[in-house]
């Protein structure tokens, strides 16, 4: 399976990386029951078919989708590099209330409990997950505690998620941004002209999440099977999975299936290899609950696409409408207070 660098990192990343959010099991956040064995069977299946990183957070499942990961990894000689993320916490609040804290005591907390439940000495790419909305931490701050983290070893290399380009800016005064994870996919496409092209020109690595549009772009949607999601499932709630978007999201998978079909390639794949092929990008997480989910898309670490392709690709997105071009926007759940002016 092909590597890129990590930016300026010493890390050499499988093309496609394990995403363990779905794995998190129930909360408010959660793709409902998950049976935490398969979740094992499906990392396990990743790693042996070559996948070499994760990437899961503290606040999937409260916690839990971090001890699936520890759980999986455990006592295996090619470990993987696993990477996390701070700053949705919970700890200490009342119903498993989330907020954005990025206080420097809360950081350092949140590092010792995620260590705790990987397993791990080190975490080799610790990453803010969202902006602080919630305590008014100035940024610099935080990073400056991400900075120390590397320095006394607790964290390989440091980056951010959901991030725009003045957040961007402020961190990069302080510290290096090691890397940027923002969503991108063929019905979220805003990142390529913002946030990629920032990271691009600055030597920041870049790993992309909800590649395949959290799981509408994997071909095997339709409405029905949408409408007996679990109702435990956030996508039950997600615009793209309701008219009018759910319609163009669906008519661009018929239009890729005969593309997918000719180079031998589900659509999931197709449209994760589709992420690959932009500029700037270095890998790409791509979650699974069961291991034939993984066999959907481990192809794409591999699948090139030339230029016709992708060509044919751009006529597709034109001719059903489907998607944005428009920059990353937090969903309301993740929104400042309007309050704030932010």
């Not at 010493?10 to 990386?17: I, P, S, Y």
């Not at 907020?99 to 420097?104: I, K, S, T, W």
């Not at 006394?152 to 800016?169: M, P, T």
Request: aromatic share 6%.
């Amino acid at each position: 399976m092909r590597t890129r660098r990590l930016g300026s990192t010493d890390l050499e990343l499988t093309a496609v990386g394990f995403g363990a959010w779905a794995i998190g099991g129930p909360w408010k956040f959660g793709w409902g029951e998950v049976d935490d064995h398969e979740s094992v069977l499906a990392i396990g299946h990743a790693l042996d078919h070559g996948v070499n990183w994760i990437d899961t957070a503290a606040v999937y499942g409260l916690g839990h989708s971090e001890e699936v990961v520890g759980r999986a990894i455990r006592g295996r000689s090619d470990r993987p590099f696993v990477f996390t993320k701070c700053g949705r916490s919970w700890y200490g609040r009342p119903d498993g209330e989330i907020v954005n804290d990025l206080r420097p005591a809360s950081i350092r907390h949140e590092c010792e409990q995620s260590l705790h439940r990987l397993g791990v000495g080190s975490i080799d790419l610790y990453q803010i997950h969202w902006p602080d909305w919630s305590t008014g931490t100035p940024l610099e701050e935080s990073w400056a505690t991400m900075a120390a983290l590397v320095e006394e070893g607790k964290a390989r290399s440091i980056g951010v998620s959901n991030f725009d380009v003045e957040q961007l800016e402020r961190c990069e005064a302080i510290r290096h941004v090691d890397s940027l994870q923002p969503p991108l996919s063929l019905l979220d496409r805003g990142a390529r002209a913002t946030v990629v092209a920032w990271a691009k020109s600055h030597g920041t690595g870049v790993i992309t999440y909800s590649p395949m549009a959290s799981g509408l772009l994997t071909g095997t949607f339709d409405r029905d099977r949408i409408a007996a999601m679990d109702p435990g499932d956030w996508r039950r709630h997600s615009p793209i999975f309701q008219e009018p978007l759910l319609g163009r999201g669906l008519e661009l998978v018929e239009r890729l299936r005969p593309i997918a079909d000719r180079l031998g390639v589900g659509v999931g794949a197709l449209a994760v290899a589709w992420v690959l092929a932009q500029a700037g990008v270095t890998a790409a997480i791509v979650g699974a609950r069961l291991p034939h989910q993984v066999d959907g898309w481990l192809p794409a670490a591999d699948l090139e696409l030339d230029a016709e392709t992708l060509g044919e690709i751009d006529a597709a997105i034109a001719a059903t409408g489907a998607g944005t071009d428009d920059p990353p926007n937090p969903p309301p759940q993740m929104r400042a207070p309007a309050t704030t002016g932010a």
